[in-house]
């Protein structure tokens, strides 16, 4: 099955069977291996990307819902340079500690992103609550908070 939209800015059309999950589809079909497979039944967040403006986790999404859709994965999150190298919130993430591991990591920075879409300025209780859905064994959270509590000043001060 051709399956078309729009993945971190660019139109693609990957053919691909109809039965397999958004997360599939990116990492095996299309070689973005960034967002990562932790549990497959869409409880821990490390595969979160966003679709259409909300954050969802891809291993729950079959790749046909994808279809006609905008999807931004952690290879679509960079900075402004002429490398695209990482943006201010993966910085954060590095300067604030909040990087083990590595296997959250990258739903974590979606999950940060996609709260800031919506709330530019959010309190630490609605950082905490955007991150509901993704688990962390290594970093205790605090520091993941910090970073993302960080972030959102820097946009709103232009820092």
């Given at each position: 099955?051709?399956?078309?939209?729009?993945?971190?800015?660019?139109?693609?059309?990957?053919e691909a069977p109809p039965d397999i999950s958004?997360?599939t589809l990116l990492r095996d079909y299309m070689?973005?291996?960034?967002?990562?497979?932790?549990?497959?039944?869409?409880?821990?967040?490390?595969?979160?990307?966003?679709?259409?403006?909300?954050?969802?986790?891809?291993?729950?999404?079959?790749?046909?819902?994808?279809?006609?859709?905008?999807?931004?994965?952690?290879?679509?999150?960079?900075?402004?340079?002429?490398?695209?190298?990482?943006?201010?919130?993966?910085?954060?993430?590095?300067?604030?500690?909040?990087?083990?591991?590595?296997i959250c990591i990258p739903g974590m920075v979606?999950?940060?992103?996609?709260?800031?879409?919506?709330?530019?300025?959010?309190?630490?209780?609605?950082?905490?609550?955007?991150?509901?859905?993704?688990?962390?064994?290594?970093?205790?959270?605090?520091?993941?908070?910090?970073?993302?509590?960080?972030?959102?000043?820097?946009?709103?001060?232009?820092?």
């Amino acid at each position: 099955m051709l399956i078309e939209f729009t993945c971190n800015g660019k139109p693609v059309a990957v053919e691909a069977p109809p039965d397999i999950s958004l997360l599939t589809l990116l990492r095996d079909y299309m070689g973005l291996t960034g967002s990562k497979e932790g549990c497959s039944v869409g409880e821990c967040g490390a595969c979160a990307v966003i679709m259409d403006g909300r954050l969802v986790n891809s291993c729950l999404v079959l790749a046909p819902q994808a279809g006609g859709s905008e999807v931004i994965t952690i290879e679509g999150v960079h900075g402004e340079g002429a490398d695209g190298g990482i943006n201010d919130m993966q910085e954060n993430f590095i300067t604030y500690g909040a990087v083990q591991c590595g296997i959250c990591i990258p739903g974590m920075v979606m999950a940060g992103e996609a709260l800031l879409l919506h709330s530019p300025n959010p309190t630490r209780a609605e950082i905490r609550a955007a991150l509901a859905g993704n688990l962390c064994r290594c970093t205790g959270y605090q520091q993941i908070v910090d970073a993302i509590e960080a972030t959102a000043v820097g946009r709103q001060t232009g820092k």
